[in-house]
């Protein structure tokens, strides 16, 4: 069972920085593209990032494009999300999840508990 | 950005009822359409994906169907365990977008 578990979320100040982590397991990582999605407090959900095996294919929404950067290590399994000028309004719980494969259509097949991210003074 | 809007917004229902929920698109996206179900305090867990193809040891009671801008997932005889969130996703075009979730009630 594919298994992703993420960390780094914490309580972080406005403009602050704060890099979370999404260890991978019981898959072939380095074949697989990874997203990352956030749910404000008693909101919906919100895609953030994705990234694609070889780490140079990269996407992001508008919202968060120039100060997050997702990245990942094939030889450690685990993707992350840089975190830079955060903002009140990034305040939510980060999802990572698996896609359930390269070709369209694109779908998340899998995710992580969450890791909760809040950005208050 | 392609926008997504599910209706209704939350509905009530029983056990063994049969449930339809409706998401449509602003712009045409094909097929590329998928269903989340996310109960309280938890992840979402795929359903359909390509608009109408069940997600593996998702029960058959789920179907999804639709294609362009209207889409559904009906679920035939709604079971204790099925109250929850249920969100739609378009992968058509970045960036992804999701409706803003259907809420099923007892």
């Known amino acids: 069972e594919v298994q992703l578990l993420e960390s780094g979320g914490d309580l972080v100040q406005p403009g602050g920085s704060l890099r979370l982590s999404c260890a991978a397991s019981e898959f072939t990582f380095s074949n697989s593209a990874l997203a990352w999605v956030r749910q404000a407090p008693g909101k919906g959900l919100e895609w953030v990032s994705s990234?694609?095996?070889?780490?140079?294919?990269?996407f992001y929404t508008d919202s968060v494009r120039g100060r997050f950067t997702i990245s990942r290590d094939n030889s450690k399994n685990t993707v992350f999300l840089q975190m830079n000028n955060l903002r009140p309004e990034d305040t939510a719980v980060y999802f990572c999840?698996?896609?359930?494969?390269?070709?369209?259509?694109?779908?998340?097949?899998?995710w992580g508990q969450g890791t909760l991210v809040t950005v208050s003074s | 950005d392609i926008q997504m809007t599910q209706s209704p917004s939350s509905l009530s229902a029983s056990v063994g009822d049969k449930v339809t929920l409706t998401c449509r698109a602003s712009?045409?996206?094909?097929?590329?359409l998928n269903w989340y179900q996310q109960k309280p305090g938890k992840a979402p867990t795929l359903l359909i994906y390509?608009?109408?193809t069940l997600q593996s040891g998702v029960p058959p009671r789920f179907s999804g169907s639709g294609s362009g801008t209207d889409f559904t997932l009906t679920i035939s005889s709604l079971q204790a365990e099925d109250f929850a969130t249920f969100y739609c996703?378009?992968?058509?075009?970045?960036?992804?977008?999701f409706g803003q979730g259907t809420k099923v009630e007892i």
């Open positions: 999840a698996k896609y359930g494969g390269l070709t369209r259509p694109h779908y998340l097949e899998s």
């Open positions: 390509g608009a109408s």
């Open positions: 996703q378009q992968t058509y075009s970045n960036p992804w977008t």
């Open positions: 990234v694609f095996p070889s780490g140079a294919k990269t």
């Open positions: 712009h045409s996206i094909s097929n590329f």
